[in-house]
């Protein structure tokens, strides 16, 4: 479902932020992407939604051969992918009801289907009765559970998360990645970059280790550093 093969990303001030990746992540997994900052991390995630284009090397996602998509095919290969952020980038004027179905308004979902699928993808994040609330009323918590029903809503195969969890106390932490956990079993391949050293030590799953813009490691049952 996704594979790099010997990916390179040189930006334009010379900076190598990834030297010779190669990696396969399967149909249903859950990655944890760590590393020191600067390591690489957000690089990686980007050339997988084609916010970025590698310099070289061959990218695989979702059956689309990223380097070579043309721009106006990019809208297809962002339909299969759903992205999280650290600073959810929700519109501060719409309610989560809005921000929701708003991904569904731009890919012209018909109006009809619209209600029923953002109302069930708000309760299956938990947001139940708080449909009409706008982001500023919400917590940080919550803001990250609408901003993951909007990743969630047009299906995708799989959700890339970005520091999702950067923003939050510990306890709202894990009931994220719980959240995150629960998209997982239903069958979406979760990929999620972070700092969070105690969350990837107990959750005892797929770690790809990024250092100096290469893969250090990549363990089956991981930890945050090497000695786990
Ligand atoms: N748009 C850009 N232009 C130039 N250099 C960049 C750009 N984005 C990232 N870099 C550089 O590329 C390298 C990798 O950055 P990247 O953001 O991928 O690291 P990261 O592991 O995600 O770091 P962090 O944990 O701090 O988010 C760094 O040296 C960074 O300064």
Do not use: C
Not at 3 to 8: A, C, P, T
Not at 97 to 109: G, P, S
Not at 123 to 136: H, R, T
Not at 137 to 149: D, F, K, P, T, Y
């Amino acid at each position: 479902m996704i594979e790099l093969y010997d990916v390179w990303k040189t930006y334009g001030n010379g900076v190598n932020a990834l030297k010779s990746v190669s990696v396969k992540i399967s149909k249903g997994e859950f990655v944890y992407v760590v590393g020191p900052s600067g390591a690489g991390k957000s690089t990686f995630i980007k050339i997988l939604y084609r916010e970025e284009k590698p310099t070289k090397g061959a990218i695989f996602v979702n059956g689309f051969n990223v380097e070579k998509i043309r721009e106006r095919q990019i809208p297809l290969i962002r339909r299969t992918i759903g992205v999280v952020f650290q600073d959810f980038k929700l519109l501060p004027n719409l309610t989560a009801y809005e921000n929701v179905a708003f991904a569904l308004e731009v890919i012209e979902t018909p109006r009809k289907l619209i209600r029923n699928k953002v109302l069930e993808i708000l309760a299956q994040v938990g947001l139940k009765g708080k449909e009409n609330s706008k982001p500023n009323e919400l917590s940080g918590g919550e803001q990250q559970r609408v901003s993951i029903a909007r990743a969630l809503v047009n299906n995708p195969a799989i959700i890339i998360a970005d520091e999702p969890t950067g923003n939050l106390d510990p306890d709202t932490s894990w009931e994220i990645v719980r959240l995150l956990e629960d998209i997982n079993y239903r069958g979406t391949t979760v990929i999620m970059a972070t700092h969070n050293k105690d969350i990837v030590d107990r959750s005892k799953k797929r770690v790809i280790a990024f250092e100096g813009g290469q893969i250090a490691r990549d363990e089956r049952r991981g930890g945050y550093n090497y000695e786990n």
